[in-house]
C-alpha cells in the first residue's frame, strides 16, 4: 500500500526559510514522478515543484528561484526546500505521486491529474 507522510511545516516570518519533508512508504521514490502542490484557503490546488525519475525538476513560475525539489532515494523522502517565503506562500503543502516513472516531460507535470497518490498535507504558514 502506498503511503505518504508530509512533515515540516510550521510558522515563519517573510524572508525566511523551511524545509517540508514527505516519507514514502509501499513503493520507491527513485522509480515514481513525484510532486508537491500547496492549497491556500478560497483557492484551488496548484502544482508547485515535480521531479522526474532521473532528478529532473520543474517549478510554478511563483516559486522559480526560491524553492528546490529534491530526494533522499536512501531514505525514501522527498523534500522541498523553500527560501526567501513570502506571505502569499502560506498553504497546506501537498506531497504526490503519479502511479508510474519515467524522465519524460510528462513526469515533471504540474497538473494534479496525473498524480495518483497523496499525502496529507503540512501547513505552512508565512507572516509579514
Known amino acids: 500500500q502506498v503511503r505518504l507522510v508530509e512533515s515540516g511545516g510550521g510558522s515563519v516570518q517573510a524572508g525566511g526559510s523551511l524545509r517540508v519533508s514527505c516519507e514514502a512508504s509501499g513503493y520507491t521514490i527513485s522509480s515514481y514522478c513525484m510532486g508537491w502542490f500547496r492549497q491556500a484557503p478560497g483557492k484551488e490546488r496548484e502544482g508547485v515543484a515535480a521531479i522526474d525519475s532521473a532528478g529532473r525538476s520543474n517549478y510554478a513560475d511563483s516559486v522559480k528561484g526560491r524553492f528546490t525539489i529534491s530526494q533522499d532515494n536512501a531514505k525514501n523522502t522527498l523534500y522541498l526546500q523553500m527560501n526567501s517565503l513570502k506571505p502569499e506562500d502560506t498553504a497546506m503543502y501537498y506531497c504526490?505521486?503519479?502511479?508510474?516513472?519515467?524522465?519524460?516531460?510528462?513526469?515533471?507535470?504540474?497538473?494534479?491529474?496525473?498524480?495518483?497518490?497523496w499525502g496529507q498535507g503540512t501547513q505552512v504558514t508565512v507572516s509579514s
Open positions: 504526490a505521486a503519479m502511479a508510474y516513472g519515467g524522465t519524460w516531460y510528462g513526469c515533471r507535470s504540474l497538473a494534479e491529474g496525473r498524480y495518483t497518490y
